[in-house]
């Protein structure tokens, strides 16, 4: 059984690949705190572009994705970043919830799961 740990820290890696399937970590605007919805989630979804390239797959693949808002009031802001993301004719299964997040600059949060 083989298991690749991407940027594997004390507490958490930022993705794991195990038996043909990908598992990001939740990923949250570093590079865009306390930016608006839409830019936040812009850089979330570029950090799982690249998350999901060293991994060896990309968005075509994804199976499932989670997000989570701190204000659902901004559901259709997220969504309208999303859809524009999202490859034509692979969306995934997925969930949205409100919900805090660990830091307050961050206003959205998604994890996902892809096959390779």
Request: proline content about 3%; glycine content about 6%.
């Amino acid at each position: 059984m083989t298991i690749k740990r991407i940027e594997a820290g004390k507490r958490m890696s930022q993705a794991v690949v195990h038996n043909g399937t990908v598992y990001l970590a939740g990923q949250v605007a570093l590079e865009a705190p306390g930016k608006s919805v839409a830019e936040q989630t812009t850089a979330v979804l570029a950090r799982i572009d690249r998350f999901l390239a060293e991994a060896g797959t990309d968005k075509t693949k994804l199976l499932s994705a989670t997000i989570w808002l701190v204000d659902m009031s901004k559901f259709e802001e997220m969504n309208a970043v999303w859809d524009a993301w999202v490859a034509p004719g692979a969306a995934p299964a997925r969930a949205t919830v409100e919900s805090k997040l660990a830091a307050p600059q961050f206003a959205v949060e998604i994890g996902v799961i892809a096959a390779l």
